[in-house]
């Protein structure tokens, strides 16, 4: 089986739209009753790999090829330091990711959070663009908010 084309980013925005759709047109009630942020981003999840097909979809995939994902430290002033741990890295578990196993090529990186969590991402943000460099190149990195009741939507922001 060949690989498959790389998306643009254009293309791959355009998909998670569709992706948005589906979530929103079948799956909103998981919005209304404010589930647990890892289920809306399963459901999401689910939709974005009718979108990318011949792509793997993977939610809090913790690996580069073989060895776990890892950032290296932000330096000071940089928002949502406070969060760092490690003196030297950080084991990450982005929540979605579009890509090919075990391999390094990585399309989409996507980090979310729920309207009605305090953490307003600020961490999140900073691991999104941190993913677009080398080691992981991804192509786009997203910030998702879902819209809990009594909004109900989902909030897309490309970093």
């Not at 948005?20 to 009753?33: C, G, P, T």
Request: proline share 6%; glycine share 4%.
């Amino acid at each position: 089986m060949s690989e498959p084309l790389i998306p643009t980013t254009a293309e791959i925005i355009q998909k998670v739209q569709s992706a948005k759709a589906k979530f929103l047109q079948w799956d909103s009630d998981l919005l209304e009753i404010n589930v647990n942020e890892r289920t809306m981003t399963h459901k999401l999840a689910e939709y974005l790999q009718q979108e990318f097909v011949g792509w793997n979809v993977d939610c809090e995939y913790n690996r580069n090829i073989n060895d776990e994902k890892w950032l290296p430290q932000p330096p000071e002033g940089t928002v949502g330091r406070e969060f760092w741990q490690d003196s030297d890295a950080k084991t990450v578990f982005p929540d979605i990711i579009v890509h090919q196993r075990r391999t390094n090529t990585n399309i989409l990186v996507i980090e979310a959070k729920k309207s009605s969590n305090r953490d307003r991402g600020a961490w999140d943000e900073t691991k999104l663009r941190a993913f677009k460099n080398p080691p992981y190149n991804y192509l786009a990195s997203l910030f998702v908010k879902f819209l809990v009741a009594p909004d109900h939507g989902i909030e897309i922001r490309e970093l």
